[in-house]
């Protein structure tokens, strides 16, 4: 098991920021690809971003392009979502996701994920 934990949510103005940040407290994240997904109430879960074991590659979700970036640190084993110019429509429970496979490239995925943290909840309302 690999017990993901995200932090960072919480309640922003439409047009502010938020960084979320996904670690697994005692476990080493380097040897797999990672990923954010989110929930919105009433719509299906939806792949945000993933980013390989290396850092190399990335994938988003095209309506989200310019204004999310995911990265990670490997060093402190913890893997980042940069949302800006957030809407109300954001608003959803995001959730961190890992991925075991060998290959060079992250899937965004939901059936490609091995893992999964319990979600921060992200509200954009004024």
């Known amino acids: 098991q690999l017990p993901l934990v995200e932090s960072g949510g919480g309640l922003v103005q439409p047009g502010g920021s938020l960084r979320l940040s996904c670690a697994a407290p005692?476990?080493?994240?380097?040897?797999?690809?990672l990923a954010w997904f989110r929930h919105a109430p009433g719509e299906e879960r939806e792949g945000v971003s993933c980013?390989?074991?290396?850092?190399?590659?990335?994938n988003y979700a095209d309506s989200l392009k310019g204004r999310f970036t995911i990265s990670r640190d490997n060093a402190k084993n913890t893997v980042y979502l940069q949302m800006n110019s957030l809407k109300p429509e954001d608003t959803a429970v995001y959730y961190c996701?890992?991925?075991?496979?060998?290959?060079?490239?992250?899937?965004?995925?939901?059936?490609?994920?091995?893992?999964w943290g319990k979600g921060t909840l992200v509200t954009v309302s004024s």
């Open positions: 996701a890992a991925d075991r496979s060998l290959s060079s490239r992250c899937r965004l995925s939901s059936t490609a994920m091995d893992y």
């Open positions: 005692g476990f080493s994240l380097g040897d797999y690809h």
């Open positions: 980013i390989s074991s290396l850092g190399g590659n990335t």
